[in-house]
């Protein structure tokens, strides 16, 4: 038996791929070639656009793949008799950070219309059409909703009046002189699975652990280890100083006066805190990267 998986072509491939080798799993991509080798021999990969995945996993034609919730929405408002989708988990990341994208109402800087309701009439350009009209019908506001096949951002104000597009930091619509007057929805990506592929108990046991382990590498992101040696007396000053998931793990030493500890920091604090340790006698000290924390 074999899982057939879909991975998201695209924007978000190489964040994708990447996350797949922290979590242990390396996936070899051919720029010739839609299916990907997987080093599972229980997993079959295929190249799908995000904006597709949804579709596919429903249809059966994949029994689960990786899409934004964005585009799970589009399908779900599309209908056509599909089936609904199991959401395995929301993974959080997107392609160039580990945060939620946003689907955002953008208008040019100098436009006359300043908030939702001005747009009374307008022509609006986005790839995401169905959530779009769905917003603007849940606002009671009458507009055309265009779909855009890309560069989204140049359409105003002569092809269009506004753009819904999604950005992560904003800095796309800044250089296009676009300002945000609303943010439609916010999306990160989920892992999706078909019913019966839900329903069957070894797909779905795999399933389970695929995303275990993919969480896993997400909450290891920003995060290393650390060791260190310190003397029992000094332990509170030290303790004080030490953030962690939940609390250091300390254990005895050989030597009756000294224990070791081990925990868990965040990485851009290591710089200030390892001094701090070590001003507070600490002593051995050593940091580790993570590639997984299962929590």
């Known amino acids: ?19 797949f080798a922290r979590a242990g799993f390396n ?34 034609v994949l029994d689960a793949g990786l899409t934004g919730r964005d585009w799970v929405l589009e399908q779900a408002l599309a209908g056509g008799g599909r089936q609904p989708l199991q959401t395995v988990s929301e993974l959080v990341y997107a ?9 955002v109402l953008a208008v040019p800087d100098e436009s006359r219309f300043k908030k939702p309701a001005d747009l009374e009439g307008a022509t609006i350009a986005t790839e995401l059409v169905r959530v779009t009209e769905d917003y603007f019908r ?11 096949w890309g560069a989204t951002e140049v359409k105003p104000p002569v092809l269009a009046d506004a753009i819904v597009e999604a950005t992560e930091t904003g800095s796309t619509l800044r250089a296009n002189r676009l300002s945000i007057i609303d943010t439609v929805m916010e999306s990160a990506t989920q892992f999706v699975a078909n019913e019966a ?18 969480r896993a590498a997400i909450a ?15 332990l509170p000053t030290v303790l004080a100083l ?15 006066e000294w224990v070791a500890l081990n925990t868990i920091v965040e990485e851009p604090t290591v710089r200030d805190l390892i001094p701090r340790l070590k001003a507070a006698r600490a002593e051995g000290i050593v940091e580790y990267p993570l590639n997984k924390i299962v929590e």
């Not at 038996?1 to 996350?19: C, E, F, N, R, Y």
């Not at 329903?199 to 993919?214: G, H, I, S, V, Y």
């Not at 030490?242 to 009756?256: C, F, K, V």
């Open 27 to 60: 996936i070899y991509v051919n720029t010739r070639s839609y299916f990907p080798a997987i080093d599972d021999p229980d997993i079959e990969c295929m190249l799908i656009r995000a904006q597709e995945m949804a579709r596919y996993v429903g249809d059966g």
């Open 138 to 148: 849940r606002l009671g506001v009458r507009v055309n909703v265009e779909f855009s």
């Open 220 to 234: 290891a992101q920003g995060r290393v280890g650390l060791m260190l040696n310190a003397r029992r007396a000094d």
């Open 95 to 103: 392609k160039q950070s580990f945060g939620k994208v946003k689907w």
């Open 242 to 256: 030490l953030p962690a998931l939940r609390r250091p793990t300390i254990s005895p030493l050989a030597d009756a």
């Open 1 to 19: 038996m074999k899982l057939k998986l879909g991975i998201p072509k695209g924007s978000l491939q190489d964040a994708t791929v990447q996350l």
């Open 197 to 214: 592929a839900w329903q069957d108990p070894w797909k779905r046991t795999k399933l389970e652990n695929f995303a275990m382990l993919l």
